[in-house]
């Protein structure tokens, strides 16, 4: 049995993995914002020393993208400046720390899934900011230090997508989604699923991508919600990006390839459609 320590204990996918973590009877101090500061240095070093954990997990971060447009300066204050917080105190306690990230380390123009070891091109603050903490880690912890990227995710705790089309499903005659962005809808709870498989299978340090199999766009998974809520998927109806300007740019390809997980023997989340099957009753339930 492993003792784990989680920052961002409050947000919708660090509440889920600490959910798994009791579930399975692991030792598990939570740690919102309001109970740790990542960016307070005495703070983090004093939490990680004192509790003593096998393994961190930082879920801790800025996750406002188009704030982040106007604010780089305070998103990388947490991202990039919060995650090396965190590694050092890590490193200093010999713990393994398993950094959570995002597809928007990459550029988004790809025409195949992304491999862990793709060059990283952000284009957006909150991409930059991410990316200043994966590579804290991987400077800090190289034996020690996992980065975990995701994208797309949907939960029961906090607003989302899959939330927002539940809504809209029950309070519009006809819904405009984006048809041009193309990614993989991941719940929370398999992404906890596989950040407690990692820490448990002696798989070597290094880059992971924790989203579901398959693709689709946000115009297909609005589709598939309808059709799963009994409703009529021809309210649906398809637009481009440039229907709904953002500050920052969302990516037009986030599919991410998940071959670190077959190198370690560990199998990947399985397709989005079959998981949303699940996952849609837990959101709608909560």
């Not at 740790?36 to 961190?56: E, F, N």
């Not at 048809?179 to 991941?186: A, H, I, L, M």
Request: one cysteine or more.
């Amino acid at each position: 049995m492993n003792r784990w320590l989680v920052t961002g204990a409050g947000g919708m996918l660090g509440q889920d993995l600490v959910t798994c973590l009791e579930r399975d009877g692991e030792k598990v101090l939570a740690l919102t914002r309001a109970d740790l500061d990542i960016t307070d240095r005495a703070a983090v070093t004093a939490a990680i020393l004192g509790c003593g954990p096998d393994i961190v997990v930082n879920c801790a971060a800025w996750t406002a993208v188009d704030a982040a447009e106007a604010h780089e300066d305070g998103a990388l204050e947490v991202n990039g400046g919060g995650a090396r917080l965190v590694a050092q105190a890590c490193a200093a306690s010999s713990t393994r720390l398993i950094q959570m990230s995002t597809d928007y380390v990459f550029a988004g123009d790809a025409r195949r899934p992304y491999a862990e070891h793709d060059r990283c091109v952000p284009r957006t603050a909150y991409g930059r900011t991410k990316l200043a903490g994966e590579r804290a880690v991987a400077e800090l912890l190289p034996g020690s230090g996992y980065i975990v990227r995701t994208a797309w995710l949907y939960g029961a705790h906090g607003p989302n997508f899959v939330r927002t089309m539940i809504g809209l499903e029950r309070n519009r005659a006809v819904v405009d989604v984006v048809d041009d962005q193309r990614g993989q809808p991941t719940w929370t709870m398999d992404v906890a699923g596989q950040v407690i498989a990692l820490a448990r299978s002696g798989a070597p340090a290094g880059v992971y991508h924790a989203t579901s199999s398959g693709q689709t766009t946000w115009f297909g998974l609005a589709s598939e919600i309808f059709r799963l809520l009994g409703a009529d998927t021809a309210r649906v109806r398809p637009v481009t990006s440039g229907a709904y300007p953002r500050p920052a740019p969302r990516p037009a390809y986030s599919v991410l390839g998940h071959g670190a997980w077959a190198r370690a023997g560990i199998k990947p989340i399985p397709g989005w459609r079959p998981r949303l099957h699940h996952g849609l009753r837990a959101v709608a339930a909560a």
